[in-house]
């Protein structure tokens, strides 16, 4: 089991590539490949292997007919590009993936538990803008 923490900021290089800081890739089981799909809330989620094909497991079920269900199977499965780094471990951020999550230039990556979250550092600002810890944490029930 693995469990992914922390919060780090970065930069989107000149050639549109980032950099998912070690510690994050170091947490992930070793020989799993990692995935990058379109997130929720206006990010992009870093998925491992093994992540994926539970989450695809899980939507195999979907009724054919349920066209609603069936929109959002397209939407995630769509998006989703096996990462490929270069020599240096960076990896090429889609125009597709980029203009979703609205980077330019600074962003925000977490840990959040399965999953890497990649953030544009304004939309994220946004998102946390008024966050209350106390309330958010006790929304977590644990």
Request: with cysteine; charged share 35%; hydrophobic share 35%.
């Amino acid at each position: 089991m693995f469990f992914l923490t922390g919060e780090y900021n970065h930069q989107l290089d000149d050639k549109n590539r980032i950099r998912i800081p070690r510690k994050l890739k170091d947490a992930v089981p070793s020989g799993e490949k990692l995935f990058i799909s379109k997130g929720t809330d206006g990010c992009l989620f870093v998925l491992p292997q093994s992540t994926v094909e539970d989450k695809i497991e899980k939507i195999k079920a979907i009724k054919m007919g349920d066209s609603e269900r069936q929109k959002g199977l397209r939407s995630f499965t769509k998006s989703i590009e096996p990462i490929e780094e270069d020599a240096q471990g960076r990896t090429v951020l889609s125009p597709v993936l980029r203009d979703y999550a609205h980077i330019k230039k600074d962003i925000k990556i977490l840990g959040t538990g399965e999953r890497i979250e990649i953030w544009a550092k304004e939309v994220y600002d946004k998102y946390f803008e008024n966050e209350d810890f106390d309330f958010n944490f006790s929304t977590l029930d644990i």
